[in-house]
């Protein structure tokens, strides 16, 4: 009689038991979160106090001390006083944006257009090699990009865009990441739209352009906001092909492996977070989009 009373009493008290240990797991994950946000929020922070301070300050004074005086007109010197010299050519902080506007807008654009046409060709028409081209593309994705530099530069000169707004025709090669979200998007779009259009008249680019990509517009968004992020950050490509173009990461990186000839380091670290504004916006709007490309229909199939 003892027993089963026990063994009654053990079976009441498990989950008791499992809600608390459940409990000490989420206090342990959120403890691990918490000092991860720690570790990336704390430069941000000290690299905002110390672009408030005097360039005496920051040379001569505890540089994780608060600043003395809170001088937010460093941000506008950022406008004025950085600027690249590149084959004796001077470019200012409104030059650099613009140049960071131009290319991360086109690559997105180019990269997304001509990777849609691709995916939607490959996932819809059954046409000899479809699987060839796939398999392709997932094996290229495996190769280091550090790997491929020397190929991409001989490449490049031999076409005659290195140094020139041409260079951003390397985006439009339609395959790669977004290709494979594409594809797994269209793959699952009902080929019923299509028949329907074809009964209307329309012909192959009449539906992909009027019946195909307006259903994919969120991800078209989710996919751009990821491309301008990566476009804008990308200090490598600038650096290596276009020197007549930096941009504010490139720019902002001469600068930075330079620093001798910054006279005021607050200034520079100014323009270093003034650079970063525009993609910390753009994420918090698009967040949530970008969020849907793992969790939506982009990855099915």
Known sequence: ??????????????????????????????AL????????????AWAFLYSLKSQVEATTGNINALPKQW?????????????????GIKRSMPVLFLNSLWYSIGAAFLGIFVSSMS?????????????VILNVVIVTMMIPIIGSLPSQYRLF????IINTPFYLLVFAGGLGFNFLILYGYFRNLPWSYAEAAFIDGAGHVGVFFRVMMPQAVPLFTALGALALIGAWN??????????????????????????ARVQNMP??????????????????FFSGKIMDISLGGGLKG
């Open 71 to 87: 001088l937010f007109g460093n941000y506008a010197d950022a406008f004025k006083v950085l600027e690249v010299v590149e084959n």
């Open 119 to 131: 995916a939607y060709a490959v996932a819809k028409y059954d046409a000899p090699g479809r699987k």
């Open 157 to 160: 000169s031999s076409l005659g």
């Open 1 to 30: 009689m003892d027993a089963v009373i026990k063994k009654r009493k053990f079976k009441k008290e498990t989950p008791v038991r499992k809600r608390k240990g459940f409990r000490i797991a989420k206090i342990i994950v959120f």
């Open 267 to 284: 200034v520079l670290y100014a323009g270093i977070l003034l650079s970063a504004v525009p993609v910390i916006v753009l994420f918090a």
């Open 33 to 44: 979160l918490a000092v991860h946000a720690f570790s990336l929020l704390f430069p941000v």
């Open 234 to 259: 990308d200090y490598t490509g600038p650096l290596l092909f276009l020197r007549s173009y930096p941009t504010l990461s490139s720019g902002l990186y001469i600068l930075r492996m330079m620093s």
